[in-house]
């Protein structure tokens, strides 16, 4: 090996798989909302995960099975599902996709393709796309990397190496939007502000405890005649010292007691009404009012899952052609099937069964289609009471 070959090994940075060096000049987009704050309000609002939860029950909960035209293909793919648990990954990934709108997993060895990991929501930090160089024309052309966090060492991976699942793409993002991330967005209309969902609720619930520690044991104001300046600098002590949950309070002038209480005046429930049903209009399913409000009748509970329905169904179709395009595709090509042909499919479910008819299996037993033995397993389960033979009953037969 001659000098300049080892001294360019040496020094020259070798491309690794999964990253992306692009050459020409690429565009940066971040997400509107940070996906890990979108996550948080998953992980510590009830509603939310409830919400979040039941959906995604509801899209891949029922699980999966596989068909194809080619058995052997179909053996490959189902082998190579049940390595990395790909169940497993949709229910986990659902969650996060539904939630937030986007699920990153990371293609250990892109070229070829056996283990895949999902990656952190905060892992990706931007997705760097090019556009159309057309003489005044600029849409965006393609993803040429997705940029990692610091924390995950910053490098840029390059497309290949990822599998973006993403829902509800507004406008020209490449960023999917959640059903959460409406509760996070503030509204900003003719120089008006108003504060977002998720922060209104929080307010109401952290002042509410406050309210109750207030008026549960009310401040008693008494009044003191003719009281002294040691006495009424003594009282005014207690009372800027007073605990959270009332005191007695004191005042100097004539003698009286007064309970202060709530002015039954200042009700506040349609408020708080307007705002958790708004809540509850960006979780997009009316199931958990199902569990939190009385008065829900069957008919009120099948229109809801009626409902769900048409949000669930075109999830399910996009992980459906997503798996197949980006997964079992990817793995045939490299078993060395061809895709197109083999045509290994997602089911959601579980295969059909076809019903036994019982007039049926005594037609196949008189045309020998099947063993007596065969015979009276099967009919037992249709309930016949039937004694298993003695071997002496058997030799006596023969």
Known sequence: MSILKRLVETFVKPTRAGYAYPKSPVFSETPKVPLSDI????EKDPTCKASIDLLAAATVGMGFYTTAKDEKAKRVVDSFNEEVNLDALLNDMARVLIATGNDFWLKITPENLKELKRLNIDAIDKIKYSFYSEEKL???NKIEG?????????????????????????????????ILQVLLQTLILNSNRRPSYAWMKAKI???MPKIFEKYAGPDVLAL????????IQKFEGVIKNRPEEGAWLFYSGKGDIKPVMLDPRARFEYYIDHIINQFYLGCETPLPRLFSTPGFTEA??????NLQDMLTKPIQRYIKRQV???????????????SAEAKVRLNWG???????????????????????????????KFGWELWQETEKEVKTVK
């Open 350 to 380: 579980s295969p059909e069964t076809p019903e036994v008819v019982m007039a049926d299996l005594i037609k196949a037993a008189e045309l020998g289609l099947i063993r007596p033995e065969e015979f009276r397993k099967n009919a037992a």
């Open 39 to 42: 996550l948080k309000l998953y």
């Open 300 to 305: 009120s509970a099948n229109a809801a899952l």
């Open 138 to 140: 600029k849409i965006p």
């Open 205 to 207: 619930e952290r002042i």
């Open 146 to 178: 997705y940029k990692l966090t610091q924390k995950y060492g910053g490098e840029t991976l390059r497309p290949e190496a990822l599998i973006h699942w993403k829902i509800n793409c507004t406008s020209a993002s490449e960023f999917g939007t959640g």
């Open 324 to 338: 197949e395009r980006d997964i079992f595709d990817a793995v045939l090509n490299q078993s060395g099937f061809n």
């Open 224 to 231: 003191l005649e003719r009281a002294n300046n040691e006495t």
